[in-house]
């Protein structure tokens, strides 16, 4: 279980980064040149990179992953509300918050080093 719980908000967070990634493949869409689509490319993974480098110190200190990912569902809601459907908010901000709580999770299971049978 430890194990498990250990790498599941990793994983999770890793799908999550590629799934927000696909969303800058639209910068090659139009009419502009391949380097103005490169570019553009490039600019619309920054969220990729905020996310990467999160994981990254997530990766060791857990409280930061639980902390970082819920703020930033938070700020994607406040961001975005009312210019999509409900279910735009649950899947994007759905998913950090269930990673956050993951975080949170192990975190505190490591911090109290309690029995598997209690968690």
Request: glycine residues 8%; proline residues 4%.
């Amino acid at each position: 279980m430890n194990k498990i719980l250990f790498w599941l908000p990793r994983i999770l967070m890793i799908l999550f980064i590629l799934f927000i990634s696909l969303f800058a493949l639209d910068s090659f869409d139009g009419d502009e040149s391949l380097m103005r689509k490169i570019g553009g490319f490039l600019i619309h993974l920054i969220p990729t990179y905020i996310l990467i480098i999160l994981l990254v110190v997530s990766w060791k200190w857990e409280w930061i992953g639980g902390i970082a990912f819920f703020l930033l569902g938070i700020f994607y809601i406040v961001w975005v509300w009312g210019k999509f459907p409900l279910s735009v908010y649950f899947g994007i901000s759905g998913p950090l918050f269930v990673i956050s709580a993951l975080f949170f999770v192990n975190w505190f299971r490591r911090k109290k080093n309690l029995p598997e049978a209690m968690a």
